[in-house]
């Protein structure tokens, strides 16, 4: 999908609109995710789920990008871990 997002939306609506609707379905279940790491306790109950999930799913993409041009594997699950790490936590 990224492949076609990348190459086609700016010349098939067809695959814009539907690239679009997929993105936004990811971040929703993300978002949806991490409304349930609220209610565990995992995450901050006063962050914006879904802008941390747009954030994720930015993440997710530029991992994505950055292992197809070639950096091993170590680096992306170091940026993966730094970015949930990142993550807002519950006050103590």
Do not use: W, Y
């Amino acid at each position: 999908m990224a492949k076609a997002t990348a190459e086609l939306t700016e010349h098939d609506e067809v695959v814009s609109a539907r690239s679009l609707i997929t993105f936004e379905n990811v971040q929703l279940a993300l978002a949806a995710g991490l409304e349930a790491c609220q209610r565990n306790g995992d995450i901050d109950p006063a962050a914006d789920a879904r802008q941390l999930a747009g954030l994720l799913l930015a993440v997710h993409r530029g991992i994505e990008a950055l292992g197809k041009a070639g950096f091993d594997e170590n680096a992306l699950r170091s940026m993966a871990e730094t970015a949930l790490a990142a993550l807002p936590r519950p006050p103590r």
